[in-house]
């Protein structure tokens, strides 16, 4: 049974910076991996993915602050978040897709994934 584990939210004042990491249990064969996040309130988001041995697509609202890469060799996505603001507190997931084309509708709110993991809080304040 294949398990996403992520890792390195925490509590940050705005402006600073996190790395989130995820780690799966096994290799997954996923066409996409990613992240999105939920607050609390608020529709799911889509942050970014990965596909394709390294292309990316990021949500308009982290593009030029966030960052995602990956490490095949760990089973590991990184998802590096820079100037963070109160608007990104949220809890944060990670997931594998394994559809082709699913970078298509990663990033979309109601979209399905394979495989997920349960979440990272990151709490930013003003």
């Known amino acids: 049974l294949v398990e996403l584990v992520e890792s390195g939210g925490g509590s940050v004042q705005a402006g600073e910076s996190l790395r989130l990491s995820c780690v799966a249990s096994?290799?997954?064969?996923?066409?996409?991996m990613g992240w999105f996040r939920q607050g609390q309130g608020v529709e799911r988001e889509g942050v970014a993915v990965?596909?394709?041995?390294?292309?990316?697509k990021y949500a308009e609202s982290v593009k030029g602050r966030f960052t995602i890469t990956q490490d095949n060799a760990k089973n590991t996505v990184y998802l590096q978040m820079n100037s963070l603001k109160p608007e990104d507190t949220a809890m944060y997931f990670c997931?594998?897709?394994?559809?082709?084309?699913?970078?298509?509708?990663?990033?979309?709110?109601?979209?399905?994934?394979?495989?997920r993991g349960r979440g990272t809080q990151v709490t930013v304040s003003s």
């Open positions: 997931a594998h897709d394994l559809a082709s084309m699913c970078e298509t509708w990663f990033l979309a709110a109601k979209y399905e994934y394979n495989y």
């Open positions: 096994e290799e997954t064969g996923a066409n996409c």
């Open positions: 990965i596909y394709n041995g390294g292309s990316t």
